[in-house]
């Protein structure tokens, strides 16, 4: 069988080796060009797993560390592989498109190689002694995006975002630890987890829930640990926010699917997690809507989504998650096109005060669709993929919580309402307009053209990935 996992950060690890090495000017052409090369590895092994009918296997290498028998062990199952498609395109697309002002360009680049190994690393670990290792590479090296590459108030809003992620790192190492010691023959190998966590008293579960809850819950993020989100956002690049957003807040997504898979004792604290998930989705849509700065708006509008998504978690059912993990495909791809737009926006004409954008269509004609195209595509209108997640996500809700658990699509429809309000006030009317633009490049077309497409397909042939999701 070929060992895509183990091509993937090998080809990522010589990307990042290479971009380093090369000059100023070349960093950017040699990094795309490395993720590119993942992004087809990607393409192989899902035309493969087509071929075979089957997207769950293994690879196994030599031990890491012999005694407590850690090994270099990745895996792909759906959920898994759905992440790794969907951070792969996110990942090539923030290096083509992402940096319109083209500074710094060794230091990004470098660091979003750096980024995509460590996600893909994440989302195909095998066991979560090597899931905490890329836990804490990928939030080192967004750290540094945010703390180097920022705008004024970046090391403020850096130092912020490190805070909480060093608690949720020690809440993770915590519950690993305490895994370790509590499974009957003292392993970090997730399946053997998910089977035989049973065995662990239920005191000792509720402790080890909690802790993974918690460090999983800072990164989605969901109210009340949300805050460190939209100042990272404000502060940082477009390529970091791309990154945040788009792949960072799905590490918290798939670490609390595993949760759930994980822990028993999960199945009896769904109702008050939908509760907390439900209300976060509704407070955040409400503070969404007294904000005035286009990229603290997608920011909270993911807080939105991903609170959404773990109502669907919670539900834990065949819909539920087989919805979740749909949710973050289409949010990754959808919070990453918004982001490159308000970039492009900020980029263009200086500013992203939504009461001082006026007629952005009259200067910045795929700018104002793209970004309108994501609004619909965020507010799940059909033929995209968020349409398919959120019929799944609400199917599994409704189908565990019974008619409540749709009430967190009333958060969704404000969403939509509000984002249609900014698209009509700033973008699409003309009787004034804003003017001295700067214009922006190909790459941020290709870009704007990369991601809208990948929306498209995932919604229009959703069956490419769910078909896999059978067996769950």
Do not use: C
């Not at 773990?310 to 834990?316: E, P, T």
């Amino acid at each position: 069988m070929a060992q895509f996992i183990g091509i993937l950060l090998v080809l990522l690890s010589f990307g990042i080796v290479a971009t380093i090495f090369s000059s100023e000017r070349m960093s950017k052409t040699v990094a795309s060009a490395f993720s590119l090369l993942a992004l087809v590895v990607v393409a192989a092994a899902f035309f493969y797993m087509l071929q075979t009918g089957s997207v769950n296997y293994t690879e196994n290498y030599s031990y890491y560390i012999t005694q407590p028998s850690i090994s270099f062990g990745f895996q792909f199952s759906p959920i898994s592989f759905v992440l790794v498609l969907m951070t792969s395109i996110v990942s090539f697309v923030t290096l083509l498109s992402g940096n319109m002002e083209n500074e710094n360009r060794k230091t990004s680049s470098m660091l979003i190689l750096l980024f995509e190994l460590a996600a893909i690393g994440l989302f195909t670990s095998g066991n979560l002694f090597l899931l905490f290792i890329f836990w804490d590479v990928g939030v080192i090296s967004l750290f540094f995006m945010i703390y180097l590459l920022g705008s004024s108030n970046r090391r403020r809003a850096a130092v912020k975002f490190l805070i909480y992620e060093l608690f949720a790192s020690l809440a993770l190492l915590f519950a690993i630890m305490l895994v370790y010691f509590y499974t009957p023959l003292h392993s970090f190998d997730i399946q053997y987890i998910i089977s035989n966590a049973g065995l662990i008293s239920l005191p000792v579960q509720a402790l080890i829930f909690s802790s993974f809850f918690i460090a999983f819950l800072i990164n989605m993020p969901v109210f009340p640990v949300h805050l460190w989100l939209p100042d990272a956002h404000t502060e940082a690049s477009t390529q970091g926010s791309m990154l945040l957003s788009g792949i960072l807040t799905k590490f918290g997504g798939y670490g609390m699917i595993l949760t759930f898979f994980m822990m028993p004792i999960a199945a009896h604290l769904e109702v008050p997690i939908a509760i907390l998930a439900g209300f976060s989705a509704i407070y955040s849509v409400f503070v969404l809507m007294t904000q005035h700065d286009i990229k603290r708006i997608i920011a909270y509008s993911t807080i939105v989504e991903m609170s959404i998504i773990l109502v669907a978690i919670a539900s834990f059912n065949q819909f539920g998650i087989s919805g979740a993990a749909y949710g973050m495909l289409a949010h990754g791809l959808t919070i990453a096109m918004l982001f490159l737009a308000a970039g492009s926006i900020g980029h263009m004409f200086a500013e992203r005060d939504i009461r001082n954008l006026r007629g952005v269509v009259r200067n910045a004609l795929s700018t104002s669709y793209t970004f309108l195209a994501g609004v619909f595509a965020t507010t799940g209108v059909p033929l995209t993929a968020a349409f398919v997640a959120d019929a799944l996500i609400f199917m599994g809700a409704i189908k565990t919580f019974s008619i409540y658990g749709a009430i967190p699509l009333a958060a969704l429809l404000l969403l939509g309402a509000f984002l249609y309000y900014v698209v009509n006030k700033s973008m699409l009317s003309t009787r004034e307009y804003s003017r001295n633009p700067r214009f922006i490049s190909r790459s941020q077309k290709a870009g704007y053209a990369i991601l809208l497409s990948s929306i498209f397909i995932f919604g229009v042939l959703p069956f490419l990935l769910l078909n896999f999701f059978s067996n769950i």
